[in-house]
DNA sequence: GTTCCACAAACTGTCGACAGTCGACAGATG
DNA sequence: CATCTGTCGACTGTCGACAGTTTGTGGAAC
């Protein structure tokens, strides 16, 4: 559902705007800290930069402001966003609304099919978690908790999830380290799986504060250290 | 031709940010049905009614897409965002997500300050009932919620019950009719500060998940009756 | 050495303009 | 009559430019 052309892959017209491409690589050069938390980003050398004018650099920087990349002040221009510990809770502490909601959603009717493709998606989590793309595992560890929101059918609780899991992505790149084991990867998601196919709410629920709970631990805890 | 400006009462007032000044009259007008669901927006047009370039009438459009009030198409503009019952579950579901959550974390450390500000603003919210202007009902009302969720703590929980709170204005706005009577309200949100008063987690659940689905079912009921 | 002020550089907010693209409509073709 | 095609108008995406504001710097006053 992430790519979304009918045509297929290889003679895709794509004449993407400018915005979407700006946008893209400010969110790399964000998420791989080539620009640092707290620096201020200028219109104009950005635009000069990337050799556009400055209307798709604004409409762009606009575009992260909401996605919680970017904070602007008035007459002042962009700056990175910076996190720090509390605000990384506040974040988990959303994720754990979302997901939580999700899960007892989707637990009213789970059936093979979706188990199936989960546990598809859980397969290809341990492949990446060999490699040594951090970005990779982040990504499909994204994906999965994303299959789970988009299962339980509201398409709006997708896009509120949607707009923090940009900045679940800056929380992980910053603190660099991903549990790249794939025994813990499978066996942590396995348990959520597990719960879904209990059927049994109570199961779900504490399953899913669990797993959150571990990953906004390790995320506070690596904050924590990074800023030390 | 360029001579009348629409924006405001008065004239040209460029003192306050053009693009939020845009951004109020396009709200404004959405709720207010000048525009009808689904009409397609011209930005020149727009630009030339309200007296201001392109560059931000472009700019809150974005803003108000963000906000779930306009969607866009490449190349063809903005659209007036429709909402059928589908959507409009999507939306209180999400919302009782937010407000449950907010709940819960709230009942940990509800102390008589909370309290009183909550009661206060049941009192307000009584008064304007006894008016007749919608909009003052239905903005009073989304203080109470607001206010519940801001005491819980959590700010990034906040900032999205804000997003969602602009879907909700248009819900609310496009079915026309609010429950005026006072008793009804007074009574259906003291159950909810009685439910924190109590401590208990079971008891304030169960209370958010009446209030909204309450709401929701009024809502949905509306829209059908509109749409038919 | 510190503080204050003035000036210059750079930046944002806003504007008007141009080019490529989309949708509608009329005319051609079967 | 239905369908395809070429053209036209309107609109969005993008650009460069101007004005007012903010910021940083340097010198003068104390």
């Known amino acids: ?27 790399q050069a964000i998420i791989s800290q080539k620009f640092a938390p707290g620096e201020r980003l200028s ?3 950005l635009a000069r930069d990337l050799g556009v004018s400055r209307a798709p650099v ?29 605000e990384l809770n506040d974040i988990f502490d959303l994720r754990l609304c ?14 093979a099919d979706k188990e199936q493709a989960l546990r598809c998606q859980v397969e290809v989590m341990c492949e ?11 990504e499909e560890d994204l994906v999965f908790h994303r299959m789970v929101i988009a299962f339980a059918g509201n ?29 813990t990867i499978s066996t942590s998601h396995w348990l959520l799986l597990d719960a879904l196919a209990s059927g049994d709410p109570g199961c779900c629920r504490e399953a899913i504060d669990y797993h959150i709970g571990v990953a906004r631990d390790y995320v506070v805890q690596g904050i924590g250290e990074s800023t030390s």
């Open 98 to 111: 979302l997901e939580r909601h999700a899960m007892l959603r989707l637990v009213d009717d789970f059936d």
């Open 43 to 45: 219109e104009v050398q």
């Open 155 to 183: 398409r709006r609780l997708l896009k509120a999830f949607d707009d923090i899991s940009h900045e679940l992505r800056l929380c992980l790149a910053l603190i660099g380290k991903t549990h790249a084991d794939p025994d």
């Open 128 to 138: 990446v978690a060999t490699g040594d793309s951090e970005s990779h595992k982040i």
């Open 58 to 86: 604004r409409e762009a920087a606009r575009l992260l402001e909401s996605r919680g990349l970017l904070v602007s002040q008035p007459r002042r221009g962009f700056f990175v966003r910076g996190l720090d510990a509390a």
């Open 1 to 27: 559902m992430s790519s979304s052309n009918a045509i297929g892959d290889s003679t895709v017209i794509q004449q993407r705007n400018l915005v979407e491409q700006v946008a893209d690589y400010l969110t």
